[in-house]
């Protein structure tokens, strides 16, 4: 990811910060999956795919 220093923990260039609340227990549960500090690049890779696809679906396509 573009700007990232993951040993300085330096957030990526280019997005905004947002608070998002999670049910209990679901943050480990996608942490178990992915390991360590790749949780929010998995919730912004999801959210923009599922923007895309309603956008698309909004269009027509």
Known sequence: MGGYDAIMGRPPLGVKTTIV?????????????LGPN?????????????????ERKRNGG
Request: no cysteine.
């Open 38 to 54: 790749r949780r929010a690049q998995f919730i912004r890779e999801i959210v923009e795919r599922e923007v895309e696809r309603m």
């Open 21 to 33: 609340r999670l049910p209990e227990g679901l943050a480990e549960r996608i942490d178990d999956l």
